[in-house]
């Protein structure tokens, strides 16, 4: 069983920058495609990022693209998204997730294993 364990949230500045962290145990993630979804109040959770399941691509939103950094610390079983730039626009707990699916895309229906978020709220 996959458990993901998300960290690295708070409050922060428009501008600012916040690095999160998902540990994950039950499987490596050298070979784990993964992905990074958020999700606003009164919003769909909607995709930020993904890494496939050998870290050699990374694929994000436009929203985003340019400002976050998606990757993977096999070491500590680990993965990481550092955000900079950020903007009112981000606020919204953020999910890491993982598939099971060796090229699941961007779709929330192709992860099956979901941490329980981290809240990010971006201050104007």
């Known amino acids: 069983q996959v458990q993901l364990v998300e960290s690295g949230g708070g409050l922060v500045q428009a501008g600012g920058s916040l690095t999160l962290s998902c540990a994950v145990s039950?499987?490596?993630?050298?070979?784990?495609?993964m992905a990074w979804f958020r999700q606003a109040p009164g919003k769909e959770r909607e995709f930020v990022g993904r890494i496939t399941w050998n870290g050699g691509s990374t694929y994000s939103a436009d929203s985003v693209k340019g400002r976050f950094m998606i990757n993977k610390d096999n070491a500590k079983n680990t993965l990481w998204m550092q955000m900079r730039n950020l903007n009112p626009e981000d606020t919204g707990v953020y999910y890491c997730?993982?598939?099971?699916?060796?090229?699941?895309?961007?779709?929330?229906?192709?992860?099956?294993?979901w941490g329980q978020g981290t809240q990010v709220t971006v201050s104007s």
């Open positions: 039950g499987r490596a993630v050298s070979g784990l495609p």
């Open positions: 997730a993982a598939s099971g699916t060796l090229f699941p895309g961007s779709s929330t229906t192709k992860y099956e294993y």
